[in-house]
T-cell receptor
Framework: TQLLEQSPQFLSIQEGENLTVYCNSS?????LQWYRQEPGEGPVLLVT?????EVKKLKRLTFQFGDARKDSSLHITAAQPGDTGLYLCAGVDQAGTALIFGKGTTLSVSS | DTEVTQTPKHLVMGMTNKKSLKCEQHMGHRAMYWYKQKAKKPPELMFVYSYEKLSINESVPSRFSPECPNSSLLNLHLHALQPEDSALYLCASSLDLGRSDEQYFGPGTRLTVT
């Protein structure tokens, strides 16, 4: 069974701090996705990482895919209250037909 | 247009009611999904439609009945639900099943069963 372990589960920080969220698996994934979800809304796709070792940047967010394509990280620099939300990593299952989600990281950034 | 719309936004229903959730996309996507999500938890896959045919049913109770009338629409018919079925129901779509790695989600329907 493919699993995605995401940590930490909860994170509460002050505005301006940096943080990193981890997504780990014992299985190889062809790609991993990161979603952000605000309360009462659906998840919004932030990025897809495909190549082992790949690094993608989206403003203050940096996404990395592990060399072996089994893990990924999301680093936020100088967090802002608008970054508050549920961050989900996801990958396609071995059948290639459904997304497997990590348990999510609930981030709260206070000013 | 990269939007998936869902109606209604909120729904309160009794355990004996019958109601339907609707989902629509006009991106030409041929795969559509229903998920159930509890608070601060990840979405759980319920059903997958591919080219208007049911492709995956994740052992969902029969009180949930999906329907895909055409390639743009996806319905979820609800009947005799239980209070534990209260959750956010999310619809998503992707270009096709082979591109399930890039799913676009709707805003969800917040369902409360009383």
């Amino acid at each position: 069974t493919q699993l995605l372990e995401q940590s930490p589960q909860f994170l509460s920080i002050q505005e301006g701090e940096n943080l990193t969220v981890y997504c780990n698996s014992s299985s190889v994934f062809s790609s991993l996705q990161w979603y952000r979800q605000e309360p009462g809304e659906g998840p919004v796709l932030l990025v897809t990482v495909v190549t082992g070792g790949e690094v993608k940047k989206l403003k203050r967010l940096t996404f990395q895919f592990g060399d072996a394509r089994k893990d990924s990280s999301l680093h936020i620099t100088a967090a802002q209250p608008g970054d508050t939300g549920l961050y989900l990593c996801a990958g396609v299952d071995q059948a290639g037909t459904a997304l497997i989600f990590g348990k999510g990281t609930t981030l709260s950034v206070s000013s | 247009d990269t939007e998936v719309t869902q109606t209604p936004k909120h729904l309160v229903m009794g355990m004996t009611n019958k109601k339907s959730l609707k989902c629509e996309q006009h991106m030409g996507h041929r795969a559509m999904y229903w998920y159930k999500q509890k608070a601060k938890k990840p979405p759980e896959l319920m059903f997958v439609y591919s080219y208007e045919k049911l492709s995956i049913n994740e052992s969902v109770p029969s009180r949930f009945s999906p329907e895909c009338p055409n390639s743009s629409l996806l319905n979820l018919h609800l009947h005799a639900l239980q209070p534990e079925d209260s959750a956010l129901y999310l619809c998503a779509s992707s270009l096709d099943l082979g591109r399930s790695d890039e799913q676009y989600f709707g805003p969800g329907t917040r369902l409360t069963v009383t």
